[in-house]
């Protein structure tokens, strides 16, 4: 998958980090984000610790 549009950017890395921002390369599509822009990827849990 080369298409930056249509990853999810699951699988990244730290490339660069400063006091303000950390920036991450996805490893499916190469595509550079600042971290605060990739989408989080579901927990699996739709419960909050409250319903325990």
Do not use: W
Not at 20 to 42: H, K, Q, T
């Amino acid at each position: 998958m080369n298409d930056p549009a249509a990853c999810r950017h699951l699988r990244t890395q730290l490339i660069a980090k400063d006091s303000d921002a950390e920036y991450v390369e996805c490893l499916d599509c190469g595509a550079i984000l600042e971290a605060a822009e990739r989408p989080e990827p579901p927990s699996g849990f739709d419960e909050s610790l409250s319903d325990a």
